[in-house]
């Protein structure tokens, strides 16, 4: 007759689910004494403090050695006052007045010549009477002698005009400011230029070098200065 098992019952089922648990709980109880510390408690001494005790500060005693101010100096004495009798005679200047009288003589004085300065004058050319006149514009009515200037003026810088190779070949271009004053005597002086390039401003000065003589601006029938400028464009093609 075979005994009869109950599946149940049986204890190696579940052998390896136990063998865990117990390993798990070993390695716990190792840890736990690996880790425990303990401390003698025997050595310690944390002390006490005494809130009622107050905290006295001792100062040093620094002894300087410091030196006795100096004495004040003593008061000076007051000055003696000489007083001197004044026996001067202070002779008084009598004022006389510049008002006429009826005894005052009248002198007649004879006319005094006054020569008249010749001063430097230097008239604009938008605003002088008489306007300098270019050669060729001396039969040209006073009405329209300063566009006939112009036109002469435009003319000369045309036939002049030349474009330094210089500046052609660097791009260099621009307007170039002539200013130039037309002298007592017609002739061209105190010649200034303010340009983008120094050739162009040597070009510049080069024409307007090659001006004629010119009849002179006149002021109140005198002949005087007469400062002129004008644009000189360069520009490239």
Not at 93 to 114: G, L, N, R
Not at 127 to 146: Q, T, W, Y
Not at 183 to 203: C, F, H, Q, W, Y
């Amino acid at each position: 007759m075979e005994p009869k098992k109950n599946p149940k019952a049986d204890l190696s089922r579940n052998s390896g689910l136990f063998f865990q648990l117990g390993l798990v709980a070993v390695l716990l109880i190792t840890y736990l004494m690996i880790e425990w510390k303990s401390y003698d408690r025997s050595n310690i001494d944390i002390g006490s403090l005494n809130l009622n005790q107050e905290l006295e500060e001792e100062i040093p005693i620094v002894d300087l050695n410091t030196p006795p101010p100096p004495p004040p100096p003593p008061p000076a004495a007051p000055e003696v006052l000489e007083v001197v009798e004044d026996k001067a005679e202070v002779i008084e200047t009598k004022v006389e007045s510049t008002e006429a009288t009826q005894k005052t003589e009248i002198v007649k004085v004879e006319q005094v010549a006054v020569e008249e300065e010749d001063e430097n004058i230097s008239v604009p050319f938008a605003v002088i009477e008489d306007v300098p006149l270019f050669p060729g514009c001396e039969n040209v009515a006073k009405d329209k002698r300063r566009d006939c200037f112009q036109d002469k003026m435009n003319d000369h810088i045309r036939k002049n005009f030349q474009y330094p190779e210089i500046a052609q070949e660097m791009g260099v271009q621009g307007k170039v400011y002539v200013q130039f004053t037309i002298a007592k005597d017609g002739s061209i002086t105190d010649v200034r230029m303010r340009g983008p390039d120094k050739n162009l401003e040597k070009e510049a000065a080069r024409i307007i070098s090659k001006l004629p003589k010119m009849i002179p601006g006149k002021q109140r029938g005198k002949a005087v200065k007469v400062p002129f400028s004008i644009p000189i464009n360069f520009v490239l093609q």
